[in-house]
């Protein structure tokens, strides 16, 4: 399998370190339900058959994390980002 | 037909002209007091306990495929219950005692061989750690033996013991583990069930599960409707996405392992033996080809194949811990689908959802646990309680923080 890196092009996945499902948003910590939220937030994944949007880390390449689509069923690469840059404001605050 | 030594005779005698299937291919019936998703070890067993231990036998399993097709044909046939935390070794305790009786229960060779299994370590550290946990071991009632360079040489003169990068310091030996026949465990178990009048049911997938008020009433297949009082989800590989249909999210990732097998040699591998410093295990099956295997890939996959970097990690371990590797070929490689939990442990439980259970989790070690999980999994849908070896594999563990977290690597799949 090789991962299409948005700065080095094409590379092989012994590149790359496997984080997981990119979709997760950290809850805000001081909701009521900040607790259920977090438990589901740590523990729980749709793991779908089929496109899933996962963090890889091109540790011996450019060093960026890349959101990657890849379907599961088929290891087909359809999408790479990069994750939105640091200082943004976390996918669902207010 | 009650199998024995004067009935296989007889049979080869006349040519097995009369002998008969193992079991029914039966039709699936408008509905059942049970209904087992899953025709793999862990439903087969199941369903076989149900019948034999609760005398429930108005049950169904469901299978997909055909019965051997999935991950019962695809791991490496080892069997243990060398655990560290207390939480696991009385599961697995007892999954071992079931198999040491398994072939007189089922009257099916199973081809159970306790040839010892000997994990090797390699430091200071690790033989504190194999110390450990073989008390550990020994605390439960199970059999374990540190033991060092010189008498893990008189086992295994061919591992490279004195390697510089690796050298064997001794290893931790349950000589209770060994190996045991992965299609005639599946092929014993649905032989019993479909005697006691459980319906085996092939090329029967769930496409969907019925719920009325929080409570499910049956099942969607590709054979038509089948109502149920109670359905058992054992998919482990494919757990989320039948959970899926009932609206469960689960703390599951699905990954790809890979396995392999070499030529067939002479017998040169008694035990199973594992390799410290990586991740490498080997036996010999009794046709004569290695098995062995090593990590997972490491990423989410519904693929049944894995990729190259895995292959080649798995043999370079292989080669550090058994130089002579080299001069065998690779006969054939196969990756089938394992479910990940957050803590590497396995689920047995209910679920949200009344009536509905749910069988999974095993990670990498589903194999061995097949006996256990399918007693206590038929005692949870029998009695409506978990049974008590079984009682720490809760759903809501993680929530409640009661993690059985074997390697310590936290709520990380890829890593357990």
New interface residues.
């Given amino acids: 399998m090789r991962i299409p890196c948005t700065h080095c092009g094409p590379r092989d996945v012994r590149e790359f370190s496997y984080l997981g499902d990119a979709t997760l948003q950290r809850p805000d910590p001081g909701a009521a339900d900040a607790l259920d939220r977090f438990a589901d937030y740590v523990y729980l994944r749709d793991n779908p058959s089929g496109p899933h949007q996962e963090l890889w880390y091109h540790g011996f390449g450019c060093q960026a994390w890349l959101v990657v689509t890849r379907d599961t069923a088929d290891h087909t690469i359809t999408a790479v980002r990069s994750p939105a840059p640091s200082g943004a404001p976390p996918r669902g605050a207010p | 037909m009650r199998y024995s030594a004067l009935s296989l005779a007889l049979s080869a005698i006349t040519g097995h002209r009369t002998s008969t299937p193992a079991w029914r291919d039966a039709a699936p019936r408008a509905a059942y007091r049970v209904v087992v998703i899953g025709g793999g070890g862990h439903g087969l067993a199941t369903a076989y306990y149900l019948a034999k231990e609760h005398g429930i036998t108005d049950v169904a399993v469901l299978e997909k495929g055909w019965i051997g097709s999935g991950n019962a044909g695809r791991n490496t046939t080892i069997i243990r219950s060398n655990y560290l935390l207390d939480g696991n070794i009385p599961f697995y305790e007892w999954s071992m005692k079931l198999w040491e009786g398994l072939e007189r229960d089922l009257n099916f060779n199973t081809m159970v061989s306790q040839r010892g299994v000997l994990n090797l370590y390699h430091s200071d550290a690790q033989r504190d750690a194999f110390a450990r946990r073989g008390n550990a071991m020994r605390l439960n009632g199970v059999d374990a033996a540190l033991i060092d360079r010189d008498h893990v040489g008189a086992l295994a003169p061919f591992l490279d013991l004195d390697g510089a990068r690796f050298p064997i310091r001794g290893g931790l030996l349950q000589r209770r583990g060994g190996t045991a026949r992965h299609d005639a465990v599946v092929w014993g178990y649905a032989r019993g069930a479909d005697r006691r009048g459980v319906d085996i049911v092939q090329s029967c997938e769930v496409t969907g599960l019925r719920i009325a008020g929080g409570r499910v009433t049956g099942v969607e297949t590709t054979r038509g409707a089948i109502g149920a009082d109670k359905v058992a989800i054992a998919v482990a590989g494919?757990s989320?996405?039948v959970a899926?249909l009932a609206g469960l999210?689960?703390?599951?990732?699905?990954h790809v392992m890979q396995a392999f097998v070499s030529e067939g040699v002479k017998p040169l591998i008694d035990q199973v033996i594992t390799f410290g410093a990586g991740h490498f295990y080997i036996s010999q099956s009794d046709k004569g080809g290695l098995v062995f295997g090593g990590d997972i890939d490491?990423?989410?996959?519904?693929?049944q194949r894995g990729?190259l970097?895995t292959v080649e990690d798995v043999c370079e371990g292989g080669m550090a811990m058994m130089p002579r590797l080299g001069r065998l070929r690779i006969l054939r490689g196969w990756g089938g689908l394992v479910d990940m939990s957050?803590d590497g442990s396995p689920i047995i439980d209910r679920t949200p959802v009344s009536g509905l259970y749910f069988n999974g989790a095993w990670n990498y070690g589903g194999f061995k646990a097949t006996p256990a999980s399918g007693w206590c999994f038929a005692h949870l849908i029998a009695r409506d309680e978990p049974h008590p070896v079984a009682a720490p594999y809760r759903l809501d563990r993680?929530?409640s923080g009661r993690l059985i977290d074997e390697r310590g690597a936290g709520?990380?799949?890829?890593l357990h």
């Fill in positions: 494919s989320s996405r899926a999210r689960l703390p599951i990732e699905s490491g990423y989410n996959s519904y693929a990729n970097p957050m993680f929530r709520a990380q799949p890829n």
